[in-house]
């Protein structure tokens, strides 16, 4: 209990510099397994990226060699069937021909009417219970060249930001946890598989947003703790370990209030309603959020510290260290004043005259 009345007082000593080594290690593992697992498994991009077919029809006690033997005749063998749930899910690509007749405007194809007569039949339900979604991967594709493009000005806009605003090292600290971010929750994706689609993109976006947004929260604490700096009262390191800590239960109070909501649509949007596009944004951002508040404290930190310890020391310098008005005129007020001397001081002052009654 006490412990939480003083996190809820800043009056935390969290070491953080002494966990940053193997935290940072920990920190590199899991991106390796990121790295891996695009690599090696890649993404499982969604319907409107790779463009092609998907069929979902209720249906209870079927097997997938079942419903392949029906789509054979069709050239259609290949296609991912998921059965579960209560649900039989099909997707598959369609030939060039399909798509430019989808392309074109046409409502509808004789692939895509004859797979979704042999579903309705082989699970024993109506053509109009079958639910048939058709896209071409032009689509996706200027949504992906969308998304680079502002990831890309994002990048410059905000490391240009930072450097005029705060230093350099403190952008390269961002972009490096921003980047950390979005690795490891492509990563993930790309590990267990789930399926990326265009709300899934927004989240990546949202998710760059919210980690930047917490890292500024703890450089901005650093800012304000420089005339520690400036008074040669510590180090570098040490303000930065005492920014941390006074932010840090913030950042906990932050994240809990955004993962909450996150939660809430997860749960009752997608596991209760069924929305399947509320549990694709949804997760997300969930993973996002907390990989986020990790990297502000661990991974934005770190980097901008050693970046200053190892090339800031030639302009410790005031000039090139950006202070904020406030700790310049506190600065300024901590030096003492000195008393007033007389021009020459061995002219003893002029005796008082005693005042006549």
């Not at 042999?118 to 699970?123: D, G, H």
């Not at 990546?204 to 040669?232: C, P, Q, W």
């Not at 934005?300 to 008005?325: M, V």
Request: with cysteine; charged share 20%.
């Amino acid at each position: 209990m006490n412990l939480l009345k003083r996190m809820y007082r800043n009056q935390t000593e969290v070491p953080f510099s002494k966990l940053w080594k193997s935290i940072t290690l920990c920190s590199l593992a899991v991106l390796i397994l990121a790295v891996g697992g695009l690599v090696f498994r890649g993404l499982n991009l969604g319907l409107e990226f790779e463009g092609g077919g998907a069929w979902e029809v209720p249906a209870d006690n079927i097997e997938a060699e079942e419903v392949r033997d029906a789509l054979r005749p069709l050239g259609l063998a290949d296609a991912r069937i998921q059965t579960g749930g209560g649900v039989l899910r099909v997707r598959t690509e369609l030939s060039k021909v399909t798509q430019t007749a989808l392309d074109s405007g046409e409502e509808s194809d004789p692939i895509v009417a004859q797979v979704t007569a042999i579903l309705a039949q082989i699970t024993g339900q109506e053509e109009t219970a079958v639910s048939v979604s058709t896209a071409g991967p032009s689509w996706g594709e200027e949504i992906t060249n969308k998304a680079i493009n502002a990831l890309i000005v994002f990048f410059i806009v905000i490391a240009l930001y930072i450097t005029v605003r705060l230093r350099w090292e403190m952008a390269v600290g961002a972009l490096v946890a921003v980047s950390h971010d979005i690795v490891i929750t492509i990563g993930i994706y790309a590990l267990f598989q789930f399926e990326v689609t265009p709300p899934t993109v927004i989240a990546f976006l949202t998710i760059m947003g919210y980690s930047l947004y917490d890292t500024l929260v703890v450089f901005d604490k650093v800012r304000d703790n420089e005339h520690h700096l400036v008074n040669a009262k510590l180090s570098y390191t040490e303000v930065v370990e005492k920014a941390l800590n006074q932010v840090f239960m913030r950042s906990v109070n932050t994240s809990i209030t955004s993962i909450l909501p996150v939660v809430s649509v997860l749960v009752v949007g997608s596991g209760i309603m069924g929305a399947v596009t509320l549990r694709e944004f949804a997760l997300a951002l969930l993973i996002g959020l907390i990989i986020g508040t990790f990297s502000s404290l661990f991974i934005a930190a770190p980097c901008a510290t050693f970046l200053r310890n190892k090339f800031g020391a030639a302009d410790s310098d005031n000039r090139s260290y950006r202070l904020s008005e406030a700790v310049r005129r506190r600065s300024k007020s901590s030096i003492p004043s000195t008393p007033s001397t007389p021009s020459n001081p061995a002219i003893p002052p002029r005796p008082r005259k005693n005042k006549r009654r």
